[in-house]
């Protein structure tokens, strides 16, 4: 038995230790069944570690990789070919989301949206070594970390949100592009979702979960992972006391540090990235903050050039990322690596924001589930390009008068509800075109192909019709950032969205959320220029 605590119930609960959890510090052999059987926790509670040695490393190697790789590609055009060939690409979306990419904004800039994946897949003799588990050798891997990196449409910022592996959610129908295997919607942990076809069923998933266009994936696996710990030559952590993540029944990543401030690399780093143990109150969530923690410091390390001189050691360092990783079919070769990578490094650090996914406990507290209100509120902001630190420059806050009376203004509106998860609301379009026509807006129409877009917008197509558009929010109740420009339309359109799914009056929670441009504080945000950042150490497993 182990002492685990239940936040937000003011009490610490006994609860029986499932077999092989921690930091995939259990001997190999020795986890427990595959990720969504009966018995399994996380969060802030139980939970099988199927990440095993050097998955959590991916949190911030992912992220690094299109710096790093590319380095070496320098070396010349059969290198580069070569490094092309390692790459191992797959679909990027395997469900049938109807959701859009977003318009460009006024300079015709678009935001970009990678999702990370961490595989916990045994199918090499390296990987089963690194992770343990020899008898899940065959079993389908598990997406095991799961990061959303969004870089704003300027590039000014970025955002990187985590979601909590067991968080239970829709993952939506999926076609396996490798024999059609059709996989029905379900409910399951979100770890899961990677086994319903590939990386594109995440995709899919991470789409009607949040309502966020996707454009990327990286996947990568235990090896090749662990390779890239010296690549920096160490990054500086922080513990507010001494700490040594072990115990009598063998719980703990090995991680032995005294209080302050450590460079540490090679095993010492992969031994942070795995700790449970030891820091906060021994949970997945606490691990996440410290590896938010390393990524930030990482990414302060590589944007100094430390340690990246020696084109050796930035060949091996390719070599090792480029075979290890599978990526999206849009994102297959290593020039198209190397731009993403000079995006992400055209992002001040001081403008770089992490957190986790604002979450809770299920009622049975056998998984974790987005926090209602919080987690939506953080979706939202990335959805409108909104920075999480909170540092966006405000726009003047003007309202130009309508071009016409409303009777001449044609409006368009759209049914935007063909949510996979929810199902689409047939008819949205027609009821809130009759709304407008009672409203006076007798050139109001319905456009009867149905889409699906997590917000009610009202698009104008110039600068000249942006009155109109005000107007036409202000009579449906919508907020003024609903209004949005638009390139694609010709006309004033409504889209009647997923968070509009009934009624002729728009939800009040709806507009509450969409002018609140705050990052909620239960998404635990850390900045990427945060030096200061210290990791809280658990006193059970102090020293």
């Not at 399994?40 to 959590?56: N, V």
């Not at 920075?387 to 044609?410: H, M, R």
Request: hydrophobic share 35%.
């Amino acid at each position: 038995m182990r002492q685990s605590s239940v936040r937000g119930e003011g009490r610490r609960q006994a609860v029986p230790e499932p077999r092989g959890t921690g930091e995939g510090d259990s001997p190999p052999g020795g986890e427990g069944p595959a990720s969504g059987d009966a018995g399994r926790r996380h969060g802030g509670q139980r939970t099988t570690a199927k990440g095993g040695r050097g998955l959590r490393m991916v949190r911030w190697s992912a992220l690094a990789l299109a710096v790093l790789v590319l380095g070496a590609a320098a070396g010349g055009y059969v290198y580069y070919n070569h490094l092309n060939g390692n790459l191992k690409k797959e679909a990027l979306d395997l469900g049938d989301s109807k959701l859009g990419k977003p318009e460009p904004n006024a300079a015709g800039q678009t935001p970009l949206n990678i999702l990370l994946i961490g595989s916990d897949g045994r199918n090499t003799a390296e990987n089963v070594e690194l992770g343990g588990a020899k008898q899940d050798a065959d079993r389908k891997p598990l997406a095991d970390v799961q990061m959303l990196v969004h870089v704003s449409a300027d590039r000014s910022n970025m955002s990187v949100i985590s979601i909590p592996r067991d968080t239970r959610v829709t993952i939506p129908r999926c076609t396996d592009p490798d024999g059609g295997r059709v996989y029905p919607k379900t409910e399951a942990a979100i770890n899961q979702s990677l086994q319903h076809g590939g990386p594109g069923c995440t995709v899919a998933t991470w789409k009607e979960l949040t309502g966020i266009y996707i454009d990327h994936f990286m996947m990568i696996d235990f090896s090749g992972v662990v390779s890239m710990a010296d690549a920096v030559g160490g990054v500086p952590v922080c513990v507010k006391d001494n700490v040594y993540s072990h115990d009598s029944k063998g719980h703990g990543s090995g991680l032995r540090l005294t209080k302050g401030t450590h460079s540490v690399k090679g095993v010492q780093a992969l031994q942070w990235l795995r700790t449970r143990y030891g820091f906060e109150d021994n949970t997945d969530i606490g691990r996440a903050k410290a590896q938010h923690m390393y990524m930030s410091s990482m990414i302060r390390q590589l944007k100094k050039g430390t340690k990246l001189s020696d084109p050796g050691k930035l060949m091996d360092l390719a070599e090792a990322a480029t075979d290890a990783l599978t990526v999206d079919h849009g994102l297959g070769d290593v020039k198209k690596l190397y731009n993403l990578g000079n995006d992400l490094k055209r992002v001040p650090t001081e403008r770089t924001t992490m957190v986790t996914m604002p979450w809770q406990y299920s009622a049975d507290e056998q998984f974790v589930e987005p926090k209602p209100g919080d987690a939506e509120q953080t979706f939202a902001l990335l959805r409108n390009d909104t920075a999480l630190d909170g540092k966006d420059k405000k726009k003047p806050d003007k309202t130009p008068a309508p071009t016409a009376p409303k009777s001449e203004v044609p409006v368009v509106v759209q049914n935007g509800t063909a949510s996979m998860v929810y199902g689409p609301v047939s008819g949205r379009a027609g009821v809130i075109t009759n709304e407008l026509i009672g409203l006076g807006y007798t050139k109001a129409a319905a456009n009867t192909v149905l889409i699906s877009q997590a917000d009610t917008t009202v698009a104008y197509p110039n600068e000249a019709e942006q009155g109109d558009a005000l107007a036409v929010a202000k009579a449906l109740g919508l907020p003024k950032s609903a209004v949005k420009s638009s390139k694609s339309v010709q006309d004033v359109t409504v889209v009647v969205g997923n968070d509009w799914r009934a009624g002729t009056a728009y939800p009040k929670a709806g507009a509450a959320a969409a002018d609140d441009d705050k990052t909620p504080e239960s998404a635990d945000a850390l900045n990427g220029e945060d030096k200061k950042a210290c990791m809280t150490v658990n006193p059970d497993y102090s020293f």
